[in-house]
Nanobody
């Protein structure tokens, strides 16, 4: 049974940082592409960051470029999202997602087979 478990969320003031983690089990982690998405109240789930199998390729939504960093440790079956210079508009539930392959668009939620339960990030001004 595949499980993705996020942790590391919390409440911070604008300009602060949080390090999110996603622990994976029940799958051969190194063969999965990983991504982070987020969903704010009343809004659709949106793409945040993507990382390929080895970590050699990463992509970000424009609004977080230069502030967020996605990484992975295949030996620990984990993917991370370091969030710096946080803004109130970053407030959302953050989800990690996994897929063996991406058919057309790594930023599309439909590409991912497995999802975690999410971790709340709240940024106050």
């Amino acid at each position: 049974q595949v499980q993705l478990v996020e942790s590391g969320g919390g409440s911070v003031q604008a300009g602060g940082s949080l390090g999110l983690s996603c622990a994976a089990s029940g799958l051969t982690f190194s063969t999965y592409l990983m991504a982070w998405f987020r969903q704010a109240p009343g809004k659709e789930r949106e793409f945040v960051a993507f990382i390929d199998w080895s970590g050699g390729n990463t992509y970000y939504v424009d609004s977080v470029k230069g502030r967020f960093t996605i990484s992975r440790d295949n030996a620990k079956n984990a993917v991370y999202l370091q969030t710096n210079s946080l803004k109130p508009e970053d407030t959302a539930i953050y989800y990690c997602a996994a897929s063996r392959i991406i058919r057309t668009d790594y930023s599309n939620t439909h590409e991912y087979n497995y999802w975690g339960q999410g971790t709340q990030v709240t940024v106050s001004s």
